[in-house]
């Protein structure tokens, strides 16, 4: 068989397979059509798994929030009717989020449940403007240390909160309060025995919650909270116990749609303030969620931008039925993924789902005993919490331990915003520490003070170069030799502290070598004329006083740190009166190595004349230069 053949025998197969391959993915009959064809049965199997896990979610994140439990339904219905059907992420469930209570709650309490509408409204809009100008990936651009570090401040406040529900009591009100308020709420607890019934359902949830993943067979896919949900209505039947249970009105009553009055409200900085934070922390936690499901399963990956904007729609309409915020939830994306699901038929069914139950049973969600919602919400407080993972940031990265405890704790001592803003700039000012890593040494050799700068010079590190630079010009020397050929970066802050000191010591009569790396390769260099022959070059009076010149200036090779170059004694020195005109050695920086080449400066109004060319070097051009007074005889220069 020929080459030829051969190719064309491999590319047919090639070709048939491709043809195979397209068959399956439209559905026509094919070898591996059933694997890219999604089942019908399976998802709508997921839906419901998805919808037995989102039910007691929807409702206690309700009753943590400070809402009725129907908005929790409500939004359970609209993450999965309108932001189930759009295409941003396949397997990523929407709704009511724990992760959002303590902010629902707190907001509920200072404006009122009438401006919850408006507030979650207009916090829909933003998403979908913020995701159809593409940015939606900007929130992956923000520190692990701070989600983390938001996430706990969110846990542990709702942990918190959770424990006086848990025990049919009312929380004291703030996260501090509600902490504090614990040992008398044990005391409380243990002279009422209808409190203790209730906080024995509550701590049975708990647990259920934790170890109902190692129990063995299919009955582990029966979600924890669904058990929970009816033992406690089991218990709360029995005679003789007197627990509070879930208050449910209809479903259309507790529609709420705001009006001009509460439209009048966006005056209020407050409510602006609300809607901000809203529109960040949702978009946040909906995108990390994202990513986190992303990893659990190998279909479509998450269109971050699509997503964002289905995010807003569901808000948007969210705020005009006056219901919670919706974001995505981990819990029930992850339910989804172990359930099969391969498509967005599933999370879209769940919804439908909700919302049948509501309109059809809705007398069945007022056996539900509270303490048992609040159980499944201390839960989802402490995995939000995920202690762990204080341990192990601090054994990989302590300065990132730092930024992430901090945020937690200013989130619990203050508010979300607040929290998530220190967070951040705690972030922002790690990163710059970090990037601004120089390092500055200062020594003497003979009669030269030197300085030599290597790395990230930024204002971060202007102390510790204005500290050498002191120290240089205090340790008395004729001559100080400035070497910052190492650094990297050299912003505006340090190059004027340096040009500061060396126009001020050369004012007192001192000699300063100032050694300047070509950072922007801006410079033009000047063609070697005539090699080491001698020129005459004008000096004018020098650090001294006494005007001299260089004989013989030519090109010299290092592939150190380059030194100023004699070529026996001073000819040709003259005084000159008005600008400064003298033998200067221009550095060109290739490949690690250092040209000076010969060269001729004039100061006058910013021109640098060599060679009877004028030129203008550019707004941002970095130069070598060194002083222009006489140079030592070969013996007294440095090594």
């Known amino acids: ?6 190719r064309r025998t491999t590319g047919s197969r090639t070709a048939r397979s491709g043809r195979a ?3 399956g ?71 009511p989020a724990a992760g959002l209570a303590a902010l629902v709650a707190e907001t509920v309490l200072e404006h009122g ?20 100008v593409k940015l939606g990936r900007m929130f992956q651009a923000i520190s692990l240390a701070v989600v983390q570090g938001m996430l706990a401040g969110i846990g542990l406040p709702l942990m918190f909160s959770q424990l006086y529900p848990m025990s049919d009591a009312k929380a004291p009100g703030t996260p501090i309060e509600n902490i504090a308020g614990v040992p008398g709420l044990l005391a409380g607890v243990a002279a009422d025995p209808q409190a203790i019934v209730a906080a024995g359902l509550g701590v049975a949830t708990i647990v259920l919650s934790f170890v109902w993943k190692k129990v063995p067979g299919p009955v582990r896919r029966i979600p924890a909270a669904l058990v929970a949900v009816g033992v406690g209505i089991a218990v709360a039947a029995l005679p003789g116990v007197d627990v509070r249970t879930l ?39 909906s995108l990390f969620t994202a990513a986190a499901v992303d990893r659990m399963h190998s279909g479509p990956r998450t269109r971050y931008n ?18 919670l915020p919706v974001t995505a939830v981990v819990a029930r994306s992850s339910a989804n993924v172990q359930a099969g699901a391969k498509t967005r038929i599933s999370r879209t069914l769940h919804g439908l789902w909700l919302l049948a139950f509501a309109l059809l049973l809705p007398q069945v969600l007022a056996l539900i005993p509270i303490s048992v919602l609040a159980g499944v919400l ?6 939000l919490f995920a202690p762990q993972e204080f341990p192990k940031m601090w054994r990989q990265d302590r300065g990132e331990f730092a930024v992430m405890a901090l945020t937690t704790l200013v989130i619990t001592a203050t508010a979300l915003l607040e929290g998530v803003l220190i967070g951040l700039a705690a972030g922002v000012v790690l990163a710059a520490l970090r990037m601004s890593q120089a390092v500055v040494r200062q020594h003497i050799e003979d009669d030269t003070a030197r300085v030599v700068m290597a790395g990230n010079a930024t204002f971060l590190r202007l102390p510790r170069l204005i500290e050498a630079l002191e120290r240089a010009a205090a340790a008395g020397k004729p001559r100080i030799r400035l070497d910052l050929l190492g650094v990297t970066h050299l912003d505006h802050a340090c190059r004027t502290q340096i040009d500061e000191f060396v126009a001020q010591q050369r004012g007192a009569g001192l000699r300063v070598e100032l050694l300047m790396p070509d950072l922007t390769a801006s410079g033009t260099k000047v063609p070697d004329a005539g090699g080491a022959g001698a020129s005459g070059v004008r000096g004018s009076s020098g650090a001294g006083g006494a005007g001299a010149g260089v004989a013989g200036a030519g090109v010299r090779r290092a592939s150190g740190v380059p030194e100023p170059v004699g070529a026996g004694g001073a000819s040709g020195a003259e005084d000159a009166q008005g600008p400064l005109s003298a033998g200067a050695g221009v550095m060109e920086t290739r490949a690690g190595s250092m040209e000076m080449w010969a060269g001729s400066m004039d100061t006058r109004d910013g021109l640098v004349a060599r060679h009877g060319v004028e030129f203008v070097p550019g707004p941002t051009a970095e130069w070598f230069y060194l002083d222009t007074s006489a140079l030592p005889e070969a013996g007294d220069r440095v090594g």
């Open 306 to 323: 699509t997503e964002l904007v289905a995010q807003g729609a569901g808000n948007t309409l969210a705020g005009l039925l006056g219901a």
């Open 21 to 23: 391959g397209r068959a």
């Open 1 to 6: 068989m020929s080459g030829a053949h051969a």
């Open 378 to 383: 201390v839960h989802s407080g402490w995995k």
């Open 25 to 95: 993915d439209s559905g026509k009959p094919g070898n591996s059509c059933k694997a890219g064809r999604p089942d019908l049965g399976t998802e709508i199997t997921a839906s419901l798994v998805v919808f037995l896990v989102a039910l007691p979610l929807c409702i206690g994140v309700a009753v943590a929030s400070g809402v009725p439990a129907e908005l929790g339904i409500i939004s359970g219905v609209v993450g999965g009717l309108v932001v189930g059907v759009v295409r941003g992420s396949t397997l990523q469930v929407s709704g």
């Open 247 to 285: 208050q449910v009105g209809d479903l259309a009553d507790s529609v709420d749609v705001p009006g001009p009055e509460q439209f009048a409200g966006l005056a209020d900085a407050g409510i602006i303030t609300a809607i901000l934070t809203f529109t960040v922390i949702a978009s946040a936690e």
């Open 113 to 132: 449940l009438a401006m919850l509408g408006v507030i979650v409204l207009f916090s829909g809009v933003l998403q979908i403007v913020l995701g159809l």
